[in-house]
């Protein structure tokens, strides 16, 4: 069974700084997608970044950024430049292409604050 | 289309009552899923949908948790005899091919 860790509960980073968020997982599937969700405190989940196994290029949008190794099953969220409305918990998750058997399965999460 | 809607936002029950939820997928979603978050945790798989075939449930969900989804559209999520153990927050998701858009949850308290 796949499996995603977050094995930080909690980090703090000072506004206008950068921050990177870490995810691990385990798969024995080659093709997949791995996502990190944004929760805010009004807890509705919002996605923040989508990447394809398949793709060599890491996935970029705007200030968010991943590092992704696959071979390493590692993925990182970078948040350059942060912001006050970047403070939420941040989930990683996992989905198999497969046609069965692709529920999304998250991490812990992490919480991630922003000091003025 | 408005994203997906979960109905209620918020639910006080008494213990041993049975409590149904709704929610409304993305229209052109053929998958639906259910979670179930507590505080400061991440999403719990409940179960999940291809359009009216349930294709799996968790271990989580005990025999009181039955999910439908009648003509693929919308589901339910029917929690019978609740305990206080059940009070948390109620996700639902739909998903095309790639990531999954999430509801504003039901948040069910048993008191």
């Known amino acids: 069974a796949q499996t995603v860790t977050q094995s930080q509960p909690e980090m703090s980073v000072q506004e206008a700084e950068t921050v990177t968020l870490s995810c691990t997982y385990d798969?024995?599937?080659?093709?997949?997608?791995l996502f990190w969700y944004k929760q805010p405190p009004s807890r509705q989940m919002i996605l923040v970044i989508r990447?394809?196994?398949?793709?060599?290029q890491n996935a970029t949008e705007n200030r968010f950024s991943v590092n992704f190794q696959k071979a390493a099953k590692s993925f990182s969220l970078k948040i350059s430049d942060s912001q006050l409305g970047d403070a939420a918990m941040y989930f990683c998750?996992?989905?198999?292409?497969?046609?069965?058997?692709?529920?999304?399965?998250f991490g812990k999460g992490t919480r991630l604050h922003i000091l003025p | 289309d408005t994203g997906v809607s979960q109905n209620p936002r918020h639910k006080i029950t008494k213990r041993g009552q049975n409590v149904t939820f709704r929610c409304d997928p993305i229209?052109?979603?053929?998958?639906l899923y259910w979670y179930r978050q507590t505080l400061g945790q991440g999403p719990e798989f409940l179960t999940y949908?291809?359009?009216?075939?349930?294709?799996?449930k968790s271990r989580l969900l005990s025999d009181r948790f039955s999910a439908e989804r009648p003509k693929g559209s919308f589901s339910t999520l029917e929690i019978q005899r609740t305990e206080q153990g059940d009070s948390a927050m109620y996700l639902c998701?739909?998903?095309?091919?790639?990531?999954?858009?999430f509801g504003q949850g039901t948040r069910l308290t048993v008191v």
């Open positions: 998701a739909s998903t095309g091919h790639t990531e999954a858009f």
């Open positions: 998750a996992y989905r198999s292409e497969g046609y069965r058997d692709d529920k999304i399965i």
């Open positions: 949908f291809q359009n009216e075939a349930q294709l799996e």
């Open positions: 990447q394809e196994a398949y793709k060599q």
């Open positions: 229209s052109e979603h053929n998958r």
């Open positions: 798969t024995s599937e080659s093709d997949y997608y």
